[in-house]
Each structure stands twice: as structure tokens, then as C-alpha cells.
């Protein structure tokens, strides 16, 4: 087992090259759309008023697009911009300024309802999208809803990354420009931003940057949980914010290693531990699990904060400690130091991005990253639950000693 820090060539496996999270390429002699100026996909962007970015995905994946918004809103100020998502992921893009509106698919709303409150949602949510008269929509990922939507709406330039591409058995064929990605050791970043590269626009590494926003009501929440904290002997409110658990529980550490690293990290009275998990019965379970292992007492705010809240509370954190999860990506998008374990994901597809970071992942396991639920399916990942809590300790004390001499 190693600690692989993807910000770090020197901490990788000699086996692998390190993806550094936020890439410096050196600087063409022309630039990018210069050199392309030949080649027929390109979009003439000023001549485009509105765009519609689909990304009917999950939380994590709704963040990592977030540098598609500010990239086309920098480079072009005139577009109005909005994005359509998933119900329970809107959230992430709250108050973002290069976002105008964010339209929602309510897919799981409308399951419960029936069928007939089903069309009737999901033909009201294309009449709003038809009646935006969008010039140009980009599906992230793609998939046949998004280009039967795109269909639909009688929207005339269509990017779309590879997947469900064309409707009635290939009769109908709406894109007009496919993106092909690698497929390999691509961070996800990249992949999202390669739709805009595919139509002319090239990011610098600086306007790479995940963001989040955060409102007033969040902000005030996290400062009243840190004032309490201060209340309770923590002079500075500094912390470490461990989120063990994710909405892919096969992801997740076992309790009792997770229990063992909290009793580890408490040795170190000036930095205490913020426990948090969603309301999921599952990850309820999962920290029910932990409490009765630890023996050092920690803040538990398990099931108690919104995303936002979370978000908050996260920006003022010392440090980030979690695995392949949402939480994980929020922490790399506010800038807060991570800890990431990765088992059966990869860590160049997904690991955190633009921050300062160890992740902690096996090297005894050729077999990973294998993008399974676990073993055959079997919802548990060895190369997960094998690591060992010292290694994933040290990580931490490697992370926390530029930031605090002291050390945990």
C-alpha cells in the first residue's frame, strides 16, 4: 500500500506517471483557435445568443462541470448560459453568476406521481426549454434523453460527448458535432471542458477551476457551528471535517477502520474532528456503526446540514478527509486540503481537483480501478477495506504539517 498524491510525480508509483490536478502545458507559439482556424467544427460563438449545458447526472458530476459555465461566459460575456440537471443537484450551481437559469428534470417527483404526471412534467419542462430559443446545447455526458431533448426543443447546434447519440435506431441523427473522449486517465474536468475544445474554445489551466457559491443562510449557519465550537474550548475554530460515507456505500472505508482513524486524530486536542453524512438510512448506519467503535468524542453533525451547509462548512475547514464522493468535490472546488481514499473509481478520472491533496489508494490490487459495485458486484471492495488506517493517517499528517506545525 502507498500514499499516491496525483499533485506529486514524485509520490506516484513508478509504474504511472502522476496527473497533476491542475495541468500547466508550456504555451503554443499560435493560438489554439489560430492553429484550428482550417477545421469545419468550429462554432462561431458570436453569432450565438443563448446556451443550453445538459448534465442529467449527480452531485460530484454536477461540480466538475462548473469551468464549462465560467470558460464560456469569459471568453464570450454576451451568451446567456443555463444548464438543465437532475432534481437534488441544482444546488451546486446556485447563485453562480455565469449561470442565468438553471432548469430541472424532476424525474423522481414525477415516478412517484405516475405516468400521466410524468409526461405531463416532462412535456412542460420542453416547452420552457423550446420557448428559451436556444441556440446551441452541450451534453456533457450524452445519452438519448438529452438528445431527444435537444431533438425536441428544435435546437439547431447540438455537442454532445459520445453515448445515445442518435434516436429511432439511428434514422434520426441530431448532433451536429460528437465529441470523442480517450477514456483513459482523463480527469472528468478535462472530458466536460473537451466539448468546448472540440468547438474552438481552449481553457487555460487557470480558468480550470471548479467553483462553488455559497448563499447568506449557509454562511451564517457555518459561522454560528464554528462559533459554538469556539464556545466549547476551540479557540480558533479550526477542524478536520471527516465524511466517511458516500451515496455508493462500496466506496466507503469500514466503520471500524474509520472509528480507529477518528481515535487516531484525536490525540491532538487543537484540531477536533466534525463528523457528516446525508440523512441516507444507509450512511445513518454507517456512523452509528463508527460511534460505537471511537473512543474519542467528535462533533457529529451527521444528517444535519444541507448540501449548501455542507458546502459552508467544508470552506471553513483545515482539512478534508473522505473518499470518492461529492463531499470529496466540494472540498477541491472551495480550495480546503483533501484526504481522498479511492478503491474500486479511479483517482485520475475522479480524484480531487485544483487542491492540495494525498490520495490514499492500493497498489496490491492490478485489478484496480475496475469501476465495479465491489468484488463480482458483491458491494465490497478488498482494495478498499484492506488499506491500512496507518497509511491513511500518515497521509493526513503529510497534508496537515505545512498547515499546522503541532500536527494531529
Same mark, same amino acid.
Given at each position: 500500500?502507498?500514499?499516491?498524491?496525483?499533485? %506529486?510525480?514524485?509520490?506516484?508509483?513508478?509504474?504511472?506517471?502522476?496527473?497533476?490536478?491542475?495541468?500547466?502545458?508550456?504555451?503554443?507559439?499560435?493560438?489554439?483557435?489560430?492553429?484550428?482556424?482550417?477545421?469545419?467544427d468550429?462554432?462561431?460563438l458570436?453569432?450565438?445568443?443563448?446556451?443550453?449545458?445538459?448534465?442529467?447526472?449527480?452531485?460530484?458530476?454536477?461540480?466538475?462541470?462548473?469551468?464549462?459555465?465560467? &470558460?464560456?461566459?469569459?471568453?464570450?460575456?454576451?451568451?446567456?448560459?443555463?444548464?438543465?440537471?437532475n432534481?437534488?443537484?441544482?444546488?451546486?450551481?446556485?447563485?453562480?453568476?455565469?449561470?442565468?437559469?438553471?432548469?430541472?428534470?424532476?424525474?423522481?417527483?414525477?415516478?412517484?406521481?405516475?405516468?400521466?404526471?410524468?409526461?405531463?412534467?416532462?412535456?412542460?419542462?420542453?416547452?420552457?426549454?423550446?420557448?428559451?430559443?436556444?441556440?446551441?446545447?452541450?451534453?456533457?455526458?450524452?445519452?438519448?434523453?438529452?438528445?431527444?431533448?435537444?431533438?425536441?426543443?428544435?435546437?439547431p447546434?447540438?455537442?454532445?460527448?459520445?453515448?445515445?447519440?442518435?434516436?429511432?435506431?439511428?434514422?434520426?441523427?441530431?448532433?451536429?458535432?460528437?465529441?470523442?473522449?480517450?477514456?483513459?486517465?482523463?480527469?472528468? &474536468?478535462?472530458?466536460?471542458?473537451?466539448?468546448?475544445?472540440?468547438?474552438?474554445?481552449?481553457?487555460?489551466?487557470?480558468?480550470?477551476?471548479?467553483?462553488?457559491?455559497?448563499?447568506?443562510?449557509?454562511?451564517?449557519?457555518?459561522?454560528?457551528?464554528v462559533?459554538?465550537?469556539?464556545?466549547q474550548?476551540?479557540?480558533?475554530?479550526?477542524?478536520?471535517?471527516?465524511?466517511?460515507?458516500?451515496?455508493?456505500?462500496?466506496?466507503?472505508?469500514?466503520?471500524?477502520?474509520?472509528?480507529?482513524?477518528?481515535?487516531?486524530?484525536?490525540?491532538?486536542?487543537?484540531?477536533?474532528?466534525?463528523?457528516t453524512?446525508?440523512?441516507?438510512?444507509?450512511?445513518?448506519?454507517?456512523i452509528q456503526?463508527?460511534?460505537?467503535?471511537?473512543?474519542?468524542?467528535?462533533?457529529?453533525?451527521?444528517?444535519?446540514?444541507?448540501?449548501?451547509?455542507?458546502?459552508a462548512?467544508?470552506?471553513?475547514?483545515?482539512?478534508?478527509?473522505?473518499?470518492?464522493?461529492?463531499?470529496?468535490?466540494?472540498?477541491?472546488?472551495?480550495?480546503?486540503? &483533501?484526504?481522498?481514499?479511492?478503491?474500486?473509481?479511479?483517482?485520475?478520472?475522479?480524484?480531487?481537483?485544483?487542491?492540495?491533496?494525498?490520495?490514499?489508494?492500493?497498489?496490491?490490487?492490478?485489478?484496480?480501478?475496475?469501476?465495479? %459495485?465491489g468484488?463480482?458486484?458483491?458491494?465490497?471492495?478488498?482494495?478498499?477495506?484492506?488499506?491500512?488506517?496507518?497509511?491513511?493517517?500518515?497521509?493526513?499528517?503529510?497534508?496537515?504539517?505545512?498547515? %499546522?506545525?503541532?500536527?494531529?
Amino acid at each position: 500500500m502507498v500514499t499516491i498524491d496525483p499533485g %506529486d510525480h514524485a509520490a506516484a508509483p513508478a509504474t504511472a506517471p502522476a496527473n497533476p490536478p491542475c495541468p500547466t502545458p508550456p504555451e503554443p507559439s499560435l493560438a489554439p483557435v489560430d492553429l484550428l482556424a482550417n477545421y469545419g467544427d468550429l462554432i462561431d460563438l458570436t453569432q450565438v445568443q443563448r446556451v443550453l449545458v445538459i448534465l442529467l447526472r449527480h452531485i460530484g458530476d454536477v461540480i466538475l462541470t462548473t469551468p464549462v459555465f465560467s &470558460v464560456l461566459q469569459n471568453r464570450h460575456p454576451h451568451l446567456r448560459i443555463d444548464a438543465l440537471v437532475n432534481e437534488g443537484t441544482e444546488g451546486m450551481l446556485a447563485d453562480n453568476p455565469h449561470i442565468n437559469v438553471v432548469h430541472v428534470l424532476r424525474r423522481q417527483q414525477l415516478k412517484q406521481k405516475g405516468l400521466w404526471h410524468r409526461i405531463h412534467g416532462e412535456w412542460r419542462l420542453l416547452r420552457q426549454i423550446r420557448q428559451a430559443r436556444y441556440n446551441l446545447a452541450i451534453s456533457l455526458t450524452g445519452g438519448e434523453r438529452s438528445t431527444t431533448l435537444a431533438f425536441l426543443a428544435r435546437i439547431p447546434l447540438f455537442v454532445s460527448a459520445r453515448g445515445g447519440n442518435t434516436l429511432l435506431g439511428g434514422w434520426i441523427h441530431p448532433v451536429t458535432h460528437l465529441v470523442r473522449h480517450t477514456g483513459y486517465r482523463r480527469h472528468y &474536468v478535462e472530458r466536460h471542458l473537451d466539448c468546448l475544445r472540440h468547438i474552438g474554445v481552449h481553457p487555460t489551466p487557470e480558468e480550470r477551476r471548479l467553483q462553488l457559491y455559497d448563499g447568506h443562510a449557509e454562511q451564517t449557519r457555518a459561522e454560528q457551528l464554528v462559533q459554538e465550537m469556539i464556545r466549547q474550548g476551540q479557540e480558533d475554530g479550526r477542524f478536520i471535517l471527516y465524511h466517511p460515507t458516500s451515496r455508493w456505500m462500496f466506496k466507503a472505508w469500514p466503520s471500524a477502520c474509520a472509528a480507529a482513524l477518528v481515535d487516531r486524530l484525536a490525540t491532538h486536542p487543537g484540531l477536533p474532528v466534525v463528523l457528516t453524512a446525508s440523512p441516507d438510512a444507509r450512511e445513518m448506519a454507517y456512523i452509528q456503526g463508527m460511534q460505537g467503535r471511537m473512543q474519542a468524542r467528535v462533533i457529529n453533525l451527521a444528517g444535519q446540514l444541507t448540501l449548501r451547509e455542507l458546502v459552508a462548512m467544508i470552506r471553513r475547514a483545515t482539512l478534508f478527509v473522505g473518499v470518492d464522493s461529492a463531499p470529496m468535490h466540494m472540498a477541491a472546488a472551495v480550495g480546503t486540503p &483533501v484526504v481522498a481514499l479511492f478503491g474500486p473509481s479511479s483517482e485520475w478520472d475522479w480524484g480531487p481537483w485544483c487542491t492540495h491533496q494525498q490520495v490514499v489508494a492500493s497498489t496490491r490490487h492490478p485489478c484496480r480501478p475496475c469501476n465495479m %459495485d465491489g468484488c463480482g458486484g458483491g458491494k465490497v471492495s478488498d482494495c478498499l477495506t484492506t488499506l491500512p488506517v496507518e497509511t491513511v493517517h500518515q497521509a493526513i499528517l503529510r497534508l496537515l504539517e505545512p498547515l %499546522d506545525p503541532q500536527g494531529p
